[in-house]
């Protein structure tokens, strides 16, 4: 059983306050945030003091059922409107992962399949729904790994962008989840973790988590990937994801692309490990993702004494970009283990799906 | 004519100092070092106070003018010897950029080719040398600017890596020259430049002289690279080279690579743009080039306020990597553009070549 010595989300005892890691903090100092109203919520999501695509599911599950709790309304009515004002200023944090729009939705079938109850069971029924989306994301998480595990073998050399591990997730990660298992196993991988610009949460999560695990892990900057794996010191490349098109597209971490179309280059496979309810068939290829465009400074000035850019440069921010399908080796999920072409397998992974909200 | 408002390196006015405009500081400070003492040359170049093949080229050879100039000895035997061990210091500053060693060495021929002449005379001899390297230097870059320029077309999109420019050079830079031309044409590129980490040399310095000149340029993350591209925004890239081998294999800033295999990737033009003085026939392939490492710091502590990784982190800082022939569209000298295969053209260069030291 994999011992985490942290909690990257969760509700707090007495079920009043979101509780989160904050991720901006680390690896200096490790400082929980306990927040309780919707803008607190909103704004722990918009500035990744809460991240990943996963995790960010939860903290909204959780971030709705905080807000409705507090709600005065008596009519089922008036609890549904005010409960969809809710989801969608909460929906309005982050554009790009899908998961946020799946927990919402989740949360807001939830209220409808209990819409004949009274204001009290309504609220205690989003309390449970939250909590089992906690749960079930831990139980997908370690499925997730061990299908991951299957495709990998013992001393491997592993590389990774961003941030996939029990930081973006309730526990085990979705990329980081088959080096945890392995890492039980005594599989003794060799993970090199891309520092991943301009938030850095290769360099400041990745090796964090993992080096507390007691994995090997070395840090590079994102532009080494290509000698590393030039090297050959890369066997296989484990990445998440933030959406998965109906086509096999997937939006993930600016520069996921780029490491796809690198190890499609050397021959190293390239596998996207996420939970089905990363898969969007709604979004038929990448192009009708929304990429979140965000802030410049982030990559001139945050963390930064000074600033590392001439004043007033123009910048391009994008938080997230597409990999195209063709450069995906597999895409992992709990339900097993998808390969090209993309969009058959996964349809058939819905079939006589239950635990997707919408 | 291009106006530069400040200068990379020269020799101070009465021949006494090398100047350097420290790099380190920039963009919040314009500060010139003036440097006297080998010991303080060697760190220069080794802390990228003063960078790029083609300067730093041109700083080591006012390096041995200046560590000669305060030779004691009266023999020749004596000058030589001594001459020898500031070489061989000065060349242990990097490894890879084999400007530097090629400097060296013509600033040893000019030793032997006036062997005869008095001690005073071969000093003399040494100081017009490096003005000459350093001349030279400018029209070559020129030169490279104007075949460089020939390859695009007005309102194209640029990407660079790392600093090819002025900063990098006497003058005009390599990779950035054509852009410095194409400026006074009015051309109006819009160039990306990517940050380069771990030092920022496209943040700090490239979209700084970029800027300066009134250039449209719009600074990246290096992982934002395959987007740029994907979204069509780029035409061509232009890089410069620290050593090129003679079947075209190119050691550059490290992340070159990558962005060659995305261009490729692409359907994007990769241009490498440099002297005669960056080709290295004598290493035949990239395999031949050392790949200078530097410390893992570079990657998580400098710049940053505090760590941005976990402490005792393991790293891989590789500050060079080996683009493969077979992405490189061009190879833009002073004498003209190699194509494909390279091996012939570069051989070609040097035929009736009086520039080459060596």
Not at 9 to 35: F, K
Not at 175 to 202: C, H, M, N, S, W
Not at 217 to 226: E, G, K
Request: aromatic share 10%; hydrophobic share 40%; charged share 25%.
């Amino acid at each position: 059983m994999l011992e985490i010595g942290f909690d990257t989300v969760r509700l707090d005892d007495d079920n009043s306050a979101l509780v989160i890691l904050d991720q901006t903090l680390l690896p200096n100092n490790t400082e929980y945030l306990h927040l309780k109203s919707k803008e607190d919520i909103w704004n722990a999501i918009y500035k990744l003091q809460v991240r990943g695509a996963p995790a960010i599911g939860i903290a909204a599950a959780y971030g709705i059922y905080l807000g409705m709790k507090q709600s005065y309304t008596l009519t089922y009515e008036a609890f549904y409107d005010e409960f969809l004002e809710i989801k969608e200023y909460l929906a309005s944090s982050r554009p790009t992962a899908v998961n946020l729009f799946w927990a919402l939705n989740r949360m807001e079938n939830c209220v409808k399949n209990n819409k004949d109850k009274e204001i009290g069971k309504i609220k205690k029924a989003l309390l449970d729904e939250s909590n089992t989306i906690f749960q079930e994301d831990v139980a997908v998480c370690k499925k997730i790994g061990e299908n991951g595990l299957s495709l990998l073998k013992p001393q491997m050399g592993l590389l990774t962008h961003c941030n996939a591990g029990t930081l973006a997730t309730g526990k085990y990660g979705t990329a980081l989840a088959p080096i945890y298992l392995g890492q039980e196993k005594g599989y003794d991988f060799k993970v090199f973790a891309d520092e991943t610009r301009p938030l850095l949460q290769g360099a400041r999560l990745t090796t964090w988590e993992l080096n507390e695990a007691g994995v090997d892990v070395t840090l590079i900057c994102d532009n080494m990937a290509s000698i590393v794996m030039k090297n050959e010191w890369i066997d296989a490349v484990l990445v998440g994801c933030d959406r998965v098109a109906a086509n096999g597209d997937t939006a993930n971490k600016i520069g996921t692309s780029g490491v796809a179309i690198l190890a499609k280059r050397y021959g190293i496979p390239f596998y996207v490990l996420g939970p089905l309810s990363t898969i969007d068939l709604a979004s038929k290829t990448g192009k009708d993702i929304q990429i979140e465009q965000r802030p410049g400074e982030e990559i001139y000035k945050a963390w930064y004494q000074k600033s590392m850019a001439p004043e007033g440069i123009k910048t391009y921010n994008p938080a997230f970009d597409v990999t195209d399908a063709q450069d995906i080796t597999a895409i992992v999920t709990e339900k097993g283990i998808v390969y090209p072409p993309f969009r058959e397998g996964l349809y058939k992974l819905f079939e006589n799906k239950s635990l997707r909200g919408d």
